[in-house]
């Protein structure tokens, strides 16, 4: 196996919430919802940088696609970070989930290991880190 991640799914609980939260409320861009057409085929892809996508699907669909059991949610088994070029643009951000719906669960502030950063859960409690780290650098 080579060491890459191309897509990134999460089940979520209202696809139609969802996509609002992340098209509108955090302007990430997409198609919107497609494969409607198909019995548990609704999804929606985010296109992030180089050849990473973030997909939507709704919970009960992927648990039956990958055949497992729908259990309850756990913020604490995944976090997604997404890494920016300064403190202030972890503040922009943050305000910006804030503002779209997310739940704050640990403000930006200091970290021990010399960044800048903190979490909020998305309308599913995903669980996102936005973080600014001085010893890496940050492609737009």
Do not use: C
Request: aromatic share 10%; net charge negative; no cysteine.
């Amino acid at each position: 196996m080579k060491p890459r991640i191309n897509v990134i799914t999460l089940g979520v609980g209202d696809l139609g919430k969802s996509v609002n939260f992340y098209r509108d409320g955090m302007g990430l861009p997409t198609q919107g919802i497609t494969g409607t057409q198909f019995e548990d085929g609704a999804v929606v892809f985010f296109h992030m940088n180089d050849n990473l996508i973030l997909a939507l699907y709704p919970r009960t669909a992927l648990a039956k696609d990958a055949k497992v059991s729908l259990g309850p949610r756990s913020p604490a088994e995944l976090s997604i970070g997404h890494l920016v070029g300064s403190k202030g643009e972890v503040d922009t951000i943050m305000n910006q989930a804030e503002k779209a719906g997310a739940t704050i669960t640990d403000p930006a502030h200091d970290r021990f290991w010399g960044g800048y950063s903190g979490y909020f859960q998305d309308l599913d409690g995903h669980l996102w880190e936005i973080a600014w780290n001085p010893q890496w650098d940050v492609e737009d």
